[in-house]
């Protein structure tokens, strides 16, 4: 077996088990959910405006966090959680649109760089502009992974591969419970 096969397995088998979890800190927040006094805004691209948009991080407590979301998106996005294989809103959604942020609604990935990766999670060859999510090593599990986070509010999306479709060669593998689909006409 490939390596890449051996890691999906452990993966699926991991979340059907519902062990997928890397309890990670949560920087501290400011009582308006902005970043703090003194921190650089982050340019990021809007789909709505077609084009670059300057933003403030978004920072909050764990408390404000879990007023926000539901128990299964706080324990995906905030605790690096991994939710089941084919149990996600979006994994099978062929509707065009936007997968944004559940966290902040950063726009995330199109609906036309989505692919069906037979992983049953929602796969993309690409995010909707590279300033949108941020890259991280992941060595949990013991196998190296690259984490993909929300570059606004640093929320746990999932991990990217590089086993995934031309012309990118990547599968950016995503959690539907860290991400909203909206419907494009």
Known sequence: MKLKHILLAAIMLCSLAGACSNSGGTPQATATGTAPAGTSRIRL?????????????VIKSDAEWRKLLTPEQYQ????????????????????????????CG????????KFESGTGWPSFREPAAPENVTLRPNNSLFVKRTEVVCSRCEAHLGHVFDDGPKPTGLRYCMNS?????????
């Not at 419970?177 to 006409?185: G, L, R």
């Open 45 to 57: 691209y809007s789909v709505a405006q077609k084009g670059y948009i300057m933003s403030d991080k």
């Open 177 to 185: 419970a860290a991400m909203q689909f909206v419907k494009t006409p």
């Open 106 to 113: 950063n726009d995330l990935f199109s609906s036309d760089a």
């Open 76 to 103: 995906v996005t905030r605790e690096k959680g991994t939710e089941q294989a084919y149990t996600g809103a979006t994994w099978n959604n062929h509707e065009k649109g936007i997968y944004r942020c559940i966290c």
